[in-house]
């Protein structure tokens, strides 16, 4: 009897930390299961309060105005924004390769947000103090680039995961890599990939290397940064770690990676330097009727207004090549054969316009003298 009742102390005891751990995990159950519902309402909240993407699937870029000769070449470009479109479909593998692996290898596969790399960036967040913008898809890029400003807070970022939640829920994949690769900035007043290849190699799109693709894929992360003009080490680092993804994930054979990651980083203008220093016909490919250009825009402007600037108007003209450059000739000539005979002479005379603020008397007197 003595010893039954020993026992039971214990088992109250034991019955007590039992009961304890239930409740301890009922009530982290409970709240946690608050906090997911409360994410939910806010999530869903801020998914109604979402702007319409008319302006995504009515794409329309803003593409220059250019004025071009009779036989189809650019004579004259008016805009703020250097871009060429370019349809998906006319995009060549290996550039859509480059840039997925650079960007989001996923992209196909997840539905606008990628769970392991927004919680690879805020495990980093934490970890640093600092609110990085990593973790973003595409589909997010859109988003931001479109809809978003650029400041560095977690309710901006939510507001980009409904964003792009939204996008895919209205336009295929396809679209929504087409739109990032026509409005995405990548320097050198370029905007989307074709104006980029271009703009750095000097051909279109459908024409660059495997290398090139990689070095313009490399270029939204940090457009500056990774300049191939004005930077091309830093850019031949970060082709290489293109290529290097593009290799991982099966894009290319080792015999192309180790091929394209050996070339120097060559660009346009340096393509042109030897141009100049090779050929006797470098002069040739240059077509200057800047007089013509303006009258042109000018004309445009009168009917256009502003959309002159982002229409993507075109302009061709009745100059012909050959003609216009036989009349620059002419008129160089001409003026150094001037300069030749009767050379600078020299100011007629000086007058001295004193203080600021006595200047536009002095200025005055100054004409009414000489007149």
Request: proline share 4%; glycine share 8%; hydrophobic share 40%.
């Amino acid at each position: 009897m003595t010893a039954v009742q020993k026992k039971r102390p214990a088992q109250r005891s034991g019955g007590g930390l039992w009961s304890a751990v239930k409740w301890t995990i009922a009530i982290g159950a409970a709240g946690a299961l608050s906090g997911v519902f409360l994410l939910i309402f806010v999530f869903a909240y801020i998914y109604q309060q979402l702007p319409s993407i008319d302006v995504l699937t009515d794409y329309r870029p803003k593409v220059p105005l250019r004025v071009w000769s009779a036989e189809g070449r650019l004579i004259g470009e008016f805009g703020e924004e250097r871009r060429d479109f370019v349809r998906i479909a006319d995009v060549p593998k290996h550039v859509k390769d480059a840039i997925l692996c650079a960007e989001d290898d996923g992209f196909y596969e997840h539905h606008g947000i990628e769970l392991m790399g927004i919680a690879r960036a805020a495990i980093v967040n934490v970890l640093t103090g600092r609110r990085g913008q990593g973790g973003s898809t595409i589909t997010m890029q859109v988003a931001r680039n479109f809809f978003l400003t650029t400041e560095r807070s977690y309710t901006r970022k939510l507001y980009e995961i409904a964003m792009s939640f939204k996008i895919e829920n209205e336009l295929t994949k396809d679209q929504i890599l087409e739109i990032y690769m026509n409005q995405i900035y990548l320097g050198q007043r370029a905007y989307g990939f074709e104006a980029a290849a271009k703009t750095y190699f000097g051909r279109p799109l459908a024409e660059i290397s495997v290398g090139e693709a990689a070095t313009i894929a490399g270029l939204p992360v940090a457009p500056s940064a990774y300049n191939p003009i004005v930077n091309p080490t830093r850019a031949t680092m970060r082709r290489n770690y293109v290529l290097r993804r593009m290799y991982d994930l099966g894009r290319i054979d080792e015999l192309t990676y180790q091929t394209e990651k050996s070339l120097p980083m060559e660009v346009r203008r340096a393509v042109e330097l030897n141009a100049v220093k090779t050929s006797e016909r470098a002069d040739s490919d240059v077509v200057t009727a800047h007089y013509a250009a303006e009258l042109a825009r000018m004309l445009v402007y009168d009917i256009f207004g502003n959309e002159t600037y982002s229409r993507g108007l075109n302009v061709y003209t009745t100059i012909r090549i050959d003609q216009q450059r036989a009349a620059v000739e002419s008129v160089r000539r001409h003026l150094i054969t001037y300069d030749r005979r009767y050379g600078y002479r020299g100011p007629e005379d000086k007058i001295e316009l004193g203080s600021a603020d006595n200047q536009p008397k002095a200025i005055r007197r100054a004409l009414a003298t000489t007149a």
